[in-house]
């Protein structure tokens, strides 16, 4: 079963706008990840947060993760056309062996 | 372009071939994983070998079968597969046996499109 789950599925905007997607997950974690995915292609990792970090920026990303509430999020800053695809979270279950993925979010950024 | 190379990146096949995935990584990560994907679905794990051992095994029909010859090498063996195999799989490998857990990100390939007829 998935660990993580993403809201919302699918969020549209314009070039220049903000891009905010939501994570949220069940169990105990070491650390969330955020990927990209562009269209047939693997998938790319954006960022790492660990469990006691709360914030985190690279570049026009950054990310939060609150482990109270079992969730993160991740903003894209004045975001651009090349900014479409699907972005996943990814947890690591305290002790596990796998990573397990959320069921993302596809973002569309219009010029 | 990425770091982990699969080959091809295109495979269509009847129910009763038998064919190959090939996966290949320099990077010296010691863990490799094989992801299959649905569309518009989130990866879902099938195997993961640790220093060239199988170490995951997510309850696959045994109509896929892996291999790992050597630390850099992943392949996959597929037969007598079903239509509903049909999807996007993908390779991966991290530094790290345990995933994630030492807080090593996966490194994906750009997968195979397979299609079962």
């Known amino acids: 079963s998935q660990q993580g789950e993403e809201d919302p599925q699918a969020l549209s905007i314009q070039e220049g706008e903000n891009a905010t997607m939501n994570c949220s997950y069940k169990?105990?974690?070491?650390?969330l990840q955020w990927y990209r995915q562009n269209s047939g292609r693997g998938l790319v990792h954006l960022i790492l947060?660990?469990?006691?970090?709360r914030e985190k920026h690279s570049g026009r990303l950054r990310v939060t993760l609150d482990t109270s509430k079992k969730s993160s999020s991740l903003l894209i800053t004045a975001s651009r056309a090349a900014d479409t695809a699907s972005y996943f979270c990814?947890?690591?279950?305290?002790?596990?062996?796998?990573?397990?993925f959320g069921a993302g979010t596809r973002l569309f950024v219009k010029a | 372009d990425t770091e982990v190379t699969q080959t091809p990146k295109h495979l269509v096949m009847g129910m009763t071939n038998k064919k190959s995935l090939k996966c290949e990584q320099h990077?010296?990560?010691?863990?490799m994983y094989w992801y299959k994907q649905k569309a518009k679905k989130p990866p879902e794990l099938m195997f993961v070998y640790s220093y060239e051992k199988l170490s995951i095994n997510e309850s696959v029909p045994s109509r896929f079968s892996p291999e790992c010859p050597n630390s850099s090498l992943l392949n996959l063996h597929l037969h007598a597969l079903q239509p509903e195999d049909s999807a996007l799989y993908l390779c991966?490998?991290?530094?790290?046996?345990?995933?994630?857990?030492?807080?090593?990100?996966?490194?994906f390939g750009n997968g195979t499109r397979l299609t079962v007829t």
């Open positions: 990077m010296g990560h010691r863990a």
């Open positions: 990814a947890t690591d279950p305290t002790g596990g062996f796998k990573t397990i």
């Open positions: 169990t105990s974690i070491n650390n």
């Open positions: 947060i660990r469990s006691n970090e």
């Open positions: 991966a490998s991290s530094q790290s046996s345990r995933g994630l857990s030492y807080n090593s990100p996966l490194h």
